[in-house]
């Protein structure tokens, strides 16, 4: 990769997560399939051995781990560890030799003919390669440049699922100003990057620009025998900043590199609060290199410093500050942003109706309240003409249209969330009468029992 690239991007911070023959990747793309995959010989094995060692060699971060990496893959093709006629699975077996003996989470190897084949024989660095980009640059424009999901949760909570950090020059930055247009409107945010296994820095830095002051140093980045590269925050962006609102970062195992980058910034800076469990610790700069035949080896040729902790997260990963399951992450980061929010002594009275409306069932999804069947079954019959039926255990509600929706306890006091109601209106039974409450009514109807 030529040094002017790097200072927008560092290509493919891919990361440890699932299988390591596709979880370091770019979604796959729409190529042509290859009718079938051509058996290994044992040949290609101990060709493919010896041209993996050789990059190691000459392109490997650490030189000092080298010996150890090339015992390792010289003892597996020697002993008969490597003997499989399935790239696949000859593709995972160097690939956890080499992160054993690396302990390096960017050392890897992906059976990939359609990018073997993109860079086969050129001379330009792959990540420069045309056709190389070309197929990130497809993965990218087919999932919305990895910012997959955008909601507006109870409370005016926005909500920003980045599946992975693409970068395409002149369309990603697009789709990021959309993104940020949208969260800056929300009275707290949540970025969720639960899985992502990383990408690209440039649009790690399109992001945190939003959060930061322009041309602050965000990371600099280290290479044997080069000047040190830094990367600073962008002064031009068209959603603009986003500021003085809570941020939160959900964050879990499979966050790897560029995604950790982030986390780690949000951290370090003390941007936001980062929530869930510790991240995979993959922090070094990789590149590609072509391996035959179909094969690309990652490899790491530098490292990341950053300006707060003076070093990074590789080997460790990425601390949560809020450590919980990652299952109940975005609800407990919800619980603390509308906390957050509930303390403001200058809050509009309608802003806080909400947020006291969405603490109520985020509660309730965090500590469900155990009530009796006997409790319920009392509470079921007619109440001006609307039915609750006590079925299998629990409570419906049947409609006029014969329609029906369960009734999910929220609290012991009788009040419950509607199936299918999106959190908008809730049920309070008290057994002489039943309230249908809706987030927008300060005054519910109420019906007495019939």
Request: charged letters at 20%; one cysteine or more.
């Amino acid at each position: 990769m030529n040094r002017a690239r790097l200072l927008l991007s560092v290509c493919a911070l891919a990361c440890l997560a699932g299988t390591p023959a596709v979880a370091q990747r770019a979604a796959p793309t729409a190529v042509a399939r290859v009718e079938a995959v051509a058996p290994l010989t044992a040949t290609q094995r101990a060709a493919a051995v010896a041209d993996i060692i050789r990059t190691v060699e000459t392109r490997y971060v650490f030189p000092d781990r080298v010996a150890a990496i090339r015992a390792r893959l010289n003892e597996g093709l020697s002993s008969g560890r490597y003997d499989t006629a399935d790239p696949g699975a000859f593709a995972e077996r160097i690939t956890a030799d080499l992160r054993e003996s690396s302990s390096d989470g960017h050392m890897y190897l992906n059976h990939a003919p359609a990018e073997y084949s993109a860079v086969a024989g050129s001379d330009e660095p792959t990540a420069d390669n045309p056709a190389f980009q070309a197929i990130w640059a497809a993965a990218a424009l087919r999932s919305n440049h990895g910012l997959s999901e955008m909601r507006i949760l109870p409370g005016n909570v926005r909500y920003l699922r980045i599946g992975q950090f693409h970068w395409v020059a002149d369309r990603t930055g697009q789709a990021y100003d959309d993104a940020m247009r949208f969260l800056r409107d929300g009275d707290a945010l949540i970025i969720d990057l639960r899985g992502n296994g990383g990408g690209d820095h440039a649009a790690v830095r399109y992001l945190l620009s939003h959060f930061m002051e322009p041309d602050q140093l965000d990371i600099t980045f280290l290479e044997a025998g080069e000047e040190p590269v830094q990367s600073r925050t962008l002064d031009n962006l068209p959603a603009g900043r986003v500021r003085g609102k809570p941020l939160y970062v959900l964050i879990n195992r499979q966050v790897g590199s560029a995604a950790e980058a982030f986390a780690y910034d949000v951290q370090q800076f003390r941007l936001g609060t980062l929530v869930g469990a510790t991240t995979a610790g993959a922090a070094n700069n990789n590149t590609f290199f072509p391996i035959a035949p179909g094969f690309m080896l990652s490899v790491s040729y530098g490292r990341p410093v950053h300006p707060v902790s003076g070093g990074n997260w590789e080997g460790v990963g990425v601390s949560p500050d809020v450590a919980v399951e990652p299952a109940v992450a975005l609800d407990t980061a919800m619980s603390q942003a509308l906390a957050t929010l509930l303390a403001r002594a200058d809050a509009d009275p309608a802003d806080r109706a909400g947020w006291e409306w969405a603490e109520a069932g985020v509660r309730a999804r965090l500590n469900p309240p155990a009530v009796a069947p006997a409790h319920l079954r009392a509470l079921a019959g007619s109440y001006g003409g609307r039915v609750i039926l006590f079925e299998d255990g629990g409570l419906v509600w049947r409609r006029s249209n014969g329609q029906t929706s369960k009734l999910t306890p929220m609290n012991a006091d009788g009040l419950f969330a509607v199936e299918g109601a999106d959190d908008r209106m809730r049920i309070w039974l008290s057994g002489d009468a039943l309230e249908m409450r809706r987030i927008d009514d300060p005054a519910p109807p109420r019906f007495p029992r019939d």
